[in-house]
């Protein structure tokens, strides 16, 4: 099979590497995507995204597509031409999402942090005190930075604040690997994509809307400013797939949802809790080691390190692209910056899925072992 060939280990953060089970699901002969066999596949999926996410009645959405488009969904559904949005801005994705909203019309207003920090709950306070807006958008993770930021403590105090707001989570890369109830904490809109700690190559765009959410789109005044996001063309295709009926608008990568189905049967069947805990404790001993080897972190503080991917600067005198070359002899592949600002300083490991809770692998010692090995080589002593 595919997943037991020898490979340079992909350890970026996102896509991550896929379990064989996964793999073998994308193996699925050809079907159709209105098939008796496919339909009841697709079906088990909204379900088990529920259990992911902690929620009993939201609403998900499996697209073909990245997961940016998401971001579309968000901004062409939610937001009508000229209302007010939040973005709460801790890196490249808090600009991407402030440019897509811009696109669809709407008024964009950020709260801005330092790189490496997130927005102050003092900062989100006097921004809602100024103004109401119809929703505020929070980066769980931005993958530029590794930098986390609290959702469950944002949401709080715009239920408080602006009870009238939607919340909205890009959670492309917390999904799977950072604890999200959505529900309990009160989030209108929780995004995904595939690839990352879902466990699923690239390819399906994954969203769950509240009951509150679909009501506003469901009530909105002006027409849906997309075609191919509309949930007008896609809510009835997905609530046809969860009652086992073929439906059509366009057609769903067969294939990926096979293993999508597969990967979450397997993220739902043992304990979430356990599996984000895992996700902290392999998350903290990374970055202690690299503590220890005198590199430093993006992220401000640890409290506000994501748990599925450390972002670092290069140390003095080492040149990213050789120590990212040097990785890759060792068959590991890193990732650079991403953030425009200082993109060429510093690099970022992923540590999600398999790597992190299927331990026998070695995934984490080989990275952390390549690392010393590969600054070694380029001469690198701690100061």
């Not at 590794?146 to 999904?175: F, Q, Y």
């Not at 202690?288 to 290069?314: I, V």
């Not at 993109?343 to 331990?359: D, P, W």
Request: charged share 20%; proline share 4%; net charge negative.
């Amino acid at each position: 099979m595919a997943g037991n060939q020898q490979h340079k280990l992909c350890m970026v953060p996102g896509p991550i590497e896929f379990h064989e089970d996964v793999l073998t699901a994308l193996s699925t002969p050809s079907h159709s995507h209105v098939s008796p066999d496919f339909i009841p596949v697709f079906g088990e999926c909204f379900g088990l995204l529920r259990k992911l996410l902690f929620t009993e009645k939201g609403q998900p959405f499996i697209v073909a597509g990245s997961g940016t488009l998401g971001w579309d969904m968000v901004a062409s559904n939610l937001v009508e031409q000229g209302e007010d949005a939040l973005v709460l801005n801790s890196g490249y994705f808090g600009d991407s999402f402030t440019a897509c909203l811009k696109t669809y019309g709407a008024k964009v207003t950020q709260v801005h942090a330092e790189i490496g920090d997130r927005p102050t709950i003092e900062s989100i306070h006097e921004a809602l005190s100024q103004n109401t807006f119809k929703i505020v958008t929070i980066t769980h993770v931005d993958t530029s930075t590794g930098v986390l930021s609290d959702i469950k403590a944002i949401s709080e105090l715009v239920h408080k604040k602006s009870p009238n707001t939607l919340v909205v989570v890009d959670g492309v890369c917390s999904v799977g690997c950072e604890e999200i109830r959505m529900d309990e904490w009160g989030l209108d809109v929780v995004m995904s994509a595939s690839q990352k700690a879902i466990g699923v190559p690239p390819g399906l765009s994954i969203l769950v809307a509240s009951e509150r959410a679909i009501d506003v789109f469901k009530n909105r005044k002006s027409p849906v400013t997309s075609y191919y996001a509309s949930w007008h063309n896609w809510l009835p295709i997905m609530n046809a797939y969860e009652a086992k009926r073929p439906s059509y608008f366009a057609t769903p990568p067969v294939q990926l949802i096979y293993g999508l189905h597969t990967s979450l049967k397997q993220l739902t069947a043992t304990s979430l809790e356990a599996r984000f805990e895992q996700h902290k404790t392999v998350s903290d001993m990374i970055k202690r080691t690299f503590d220890e080897l005198g590199l430093k972190m993006l992220p401000k503080s640890l409290d506000m390190a994501a748990h599925g991917m450390t972002a670092a600067y290069y140390p003095e005198g080492i040149q990213g692209l050789d120590l990212l070359r040097k990785m890759s002899a060792h068959n590991i592949v890193a990732a650079g910056g991403l953030h425009k600002a200082i993109a060429s300083k510093y690099f970022r490991i992923g540590h999600m899925g398999i790597s992190v809770v299927e331990s026998e692998r070695q995934h984490i010692q080989q990275v952390l072992d390549a690392l010393k090995a590969s600054l070694h080589e380029l001469g690198y002593k701690k100061a």
